[in-house]
């Protein structure tokens, strides 16, 4: 058995995959690396044929029609051999050294007597231009160089979210909670954090700066203007995740605490995309999905509602559109708008 299953999803990624798959083949044998073609119309297929014959006990090339990123990602779970698996996106990379040190601790943690269920690194924003790499480090919120279980968790504050880009997750976790991701779905990475998290006991977060996010192609998904374009998809995957978990009858207070905070984030980036758009058509989408949680959990609504963005959100008139895109600043920390 592998230590660690990767996969990395692509599509039409012929221009940055290398970068990435150079990066984790550093791992050597301890790495499984499944580079899963999503039925790319480029050189992607012949790239990732090319990197499994060169390293037959490394690297397998998955194929498959385009099913979008959830549906690679569902691939990548499916075919992972490993005791624990990571999903890193072709235009990213990983920092070489953390990694080797992430592994080597991983291997500690595989060997000794407990078993963690979810491993945390920090993620750098590695924007286009920007002097100053933003990075997302967890320190305020997790113990350090420790097993730790939710009761553990020091400070659950708004803006300190998991991403895709930071967590590794046990790979029976995965298999256990019954992850599956819909297909031909954007933003569906928020689905891939917050599903499994009820099944998460122990955990680990070491303070390195493993992965590097890239922020900067015009046609990214989370280019502010893509994802207005895309905001059925966005609204999808919030419904979605409302519709996952009955969050009152989570049993532990920070862990409840922690999925209602991601839970708060997803729907304001949700408004605040489209507060941002301005037209009618998107103001009267913001209105149908704030109606749509109220019909659905009156609770959920009045919890939202009422917290410090939820708030502000929903504020009358233009004065009230103009307090509401302040808190566009967060949204833009947290998902990395370009």
């Known amino acids: 058995m592998k230590l660690l299953s990767i996969a990395i999803p692509c599509y039409n990624s012929q221009d940055y995959m290398e970068h990435c798959i150079k990066s984790l083949l550093v791992g050597g044998e301890d790495v499984e690396i499944l580079i899963v073609d999503d039925g790319s119309k480029d050189a992607t297929p012949e790239i990732a044929d090319s990197y499994a014959r060169r390293y037959p006990t490394i690297i397998r090339a998955i194929h498959q029609e385009n099913g979008g990123h959830g549906s690679a990602v569902n691939a990548g779970v499916q075919h992972a051999t490993g005791l624990f698996f990571k999903v890193v996106d072709s235009d990213d990379w990983v920092d070489e050294k953390a990694f080797l040190t992430v592994l080597d601790q991983l291997r500690r943690l595989a060997g000794g007597d407990e078993t963690i269920d979810m491993f945390i690194a920090n993620f750098v924003y590695d924007k286009v231009g920007a002097k100053h790499k933003k990075v997302m480090r967890y320190t305020s919120m997790f113990p350090t160089d420790?097993?730790?279980?939710?009761?553990?968790?020091?400070?659950?504050?708004?803006?300190?979210?998991?991403?895709?880009?930071?967590?590794?997750?046990?790979?029976?976790?995965?298999?256990?909670?019954?992850?599956?991701?819909?297909?031909?779905?954007?933003?569906?990475?928020?689905?891939?954090?917050?599903?499994?998290?009820?099944?998460?006991?122990?955990?680990?977060?070491?303070?390195?700066?493993?992965?590097?996010?890239?922020?900067?192609?015009?046609?990214?998904?989370?280019?502010?203007?893509?994802?207005?374009?895309?905001?059925?998809?966005?609204?999808?995957?919030?419904?979605?995740?409302?519709?996952?978990?009955?969050?009152?009858?989570?049993?532990?207070?920070?862990?409840?605490?922690?999925?209602?905070n991601y839970l708060e984030i997803i729907t304001v980036v949700s408004t605040v995309l489209l507060l941002r758009s301005g037209t009618e058509e998107n103001l009267q989408k913001k209105r149908d999905l704030w109606k749509y949680i109220k019909d659905y959990d009156i609770r959920l609504f009045h919890h939202l509602r009422n917290g410090i963005m939820g708030n502000a959100m929903n504020l009358p008139g233009r004065g009230g559109r103009k307090i509401s895109v302040a808190a566009y600043k967060l949204t833009q920390k947290i998902v990395g708008f370009n």
Request: proline residues 3%.
């Open 146 to 260: 420790r097993v730790f279980g939710w009761n553990d968790v020091k400070m659950i504050t708004k803006g300190h979210y998991l991403l895709m880009h930071s967590v590794i997750y046990r790979t029976g976790v995965l298999h256990k909670c019954k992850l599956e991701l819909p297909k031909h779905t954007f933003y569906v990475d928020n689905i891939y954090v917050y599903h499994p998290l009820p099944y998460v006991k122990k955990m680990y977060y070491m303070d390195v700066d493993l992965y590097h996010y890239y922020i900067g192609r015009e046609d990214q998904s989370v280019n502010e203007e893509i994802m207005i374009g895309r905001i059925d998809q966005q609204i999808k995957v919030n419904k979605l995740m409302i519709e996952d978990y009955d969050l009152w009858r989570i049993q532990n207070k920070r862990l409840r605490k922690y999925m209602f």
